[in-house]
């Protein structure tokens, strides 16, 4: 069968030697005799994955031990939650920075828990940008951002500067490249771009902060139960966890800074044609470009009928996932840690050719 | 290398078949060239998974269309606070049945939502039975139980009758035979032992219930959210929910009345030997023993040296899993729906030969 080039969204490509132990590990984990899915989460061999698991992300992080790492379940969905309950001092106030849906998700659920207030916010251009001047008071617990917005393609590329406890959730571009990681008290972000399949949460937190909250806090969503039991307080999510693992081992092997220089070299490549192409514009802000989805439609003028054109000559060329979100429409590409500049190339050869057939 | 007789209390045996089909579609899911980790939750090819899970629940439970099946995350430990939350009424009191630590953790999150009130427990005797003997008020809003305990081997083998909303913590049992489900208003249950691997969750809700508590639900554990988008609110835990699939198509295709007779095959044989070998005597009593997990002890005035003598035993014998809870000690056997009574048969047999030997 051809190689697909996978521009999904998320759940997204992951590096294929990664498929290939995880599907041992289904028929027989380690010479166990045993799939992985019928193994006890208590056994000493999924034990021995989980503390991988979490070594792994304190190492290519570079995290000190005032960090501790767990793996849950929910999603950022839940983490909106998680994360506003846990982060709750006696301001009894979130801020939160409004760059897409999922970021105005995790204000709403801030409001269930105590006061959130929105300090900025791209709405009005249909978060097309990253709000800059925005005044972050004394008088909130946290600063909460998402710092890429696979929707809108824009990202940020530089961490917030403020004076309060920082939260991320960094779902659609965690370990994307080098990050100082000192500056935040909390991450949080759904395996499935970077990091995984569907189905673990990664938190990364700040010891201080964990069971200090000022909430009440139902204990699954507390961050002190898992820490507590070092992500094992009930049965977590076997083979997301264990999959996760092998990717932060491609990771570790790869290097951090290497991955950053190669997704900067898809973004560059695929924007760079963008830019040139008469065919299409991008959406997103050029500074705010995110090297992980890059959205674009038709250029002004063109007949919107190209955009089934020009889908139907990726699908002939195996690139998959390419149909824009529904709130920008157009095209949105993916470039997630694990897709090839290859498969940058190909797209890139496509739209070439859709200019040169249809300009 | 030689068959594993896994009696794992969870996550554990599942039916071989479903290890071969699920090591595939991590490689290449259904042809389409890509592994089922790195594809869309909103693929044609995974919404038709998840629709089918959910409608294989329904067929198999014969549920009514009064009933809404979702696949959500968290395992039971966030089920104890989403049922408290979703089923709280104009009381908002929840009545609950003490049976087991799972039980008792459930009361603790009803307490955080509302009042709720210990109806029964059978705490004082370690849990050795199943209360009888209780009255549920018309002042609270639903009765919660545990219908297996994994941790003490006891198992309801009615289902409560009461005036009040039914609700039924069924992780540790579901599907294990033929069930009146009309009876209930709500049945939840991690997937990890009779339907799946870990990370997924089922709910099976009323659909009357579904958005009519009188509390003020987090997004997440509303389980309107969740029925409204067909458990599809979030990113769901894509190779769980495949992997319970598989397994509910080989519930469907053994039948649940056969299910049920196997699984009475397998306790009658294990539990007939607990009481006719000299040196082992049940736990539980005997009218409420489960027929998911046995769990036995030396006899009265054996050394305690035996307990690992006989563990050595089982491990020549490739018997894995059979080592007791810390809160009961002994041994447990967990004889879940996929495990042959060939394992059972494995089992007695190196009891028989453990006795001739110590006896």
Redesign the interface.
Known sequence: ????H?F???????PQE???E???A???FN?????L?????R?KEFVAVMDEARALVKEIYNLSDDYEVMFL??????G??ISAYNLQGANKKGAYISTGAWAS?AL??GK?VGEAVEVATSKPENYNHIPKNYVVGSDVDYLHYTSNNTIFGTQFHNVPEVNVPLVCDMSSDIFCRELDTSKFDLIYA?A?KNM?????TLYIAKKSLIGNSSA?I????NLKTHADKESM????????VY?SMLVLRWIKKTGLKQIGIMNKAKADLLYGEIDRNTMFKGTAAEEDRSIMNACFVLNDGLDESLTTSFLDMCKTA?I??LKGHRDVGGFRASMYNALPLDSVQALVDVMKAFEIKYA
Do not use: C, R, Y
Not at 31 to 35: D, E, I, K, N, P
Not at 37 to 41: G, I, N, Q, T, Y
Not at 73 to 78: E, T
């Open positions: 069968m051809a190689k697909i996978n999904s969204a998320g759940p997204s490509i992951l990664v498929f290939q995880a599907s041992q289904v028929l027989d010479g166990t005799g045993l799939s899915l019928e193994m006890s989460h056994s379940q929910g999603g950022a969905s839940l909106f939650l998700k709403k659920e269930w759904g499935q995984g399949p569907a189905g673990a009440n139902p204990t699954m969503l307080f009930n049965t977590p999510p076997v083979f997301a999959v195996n998959s996932g």
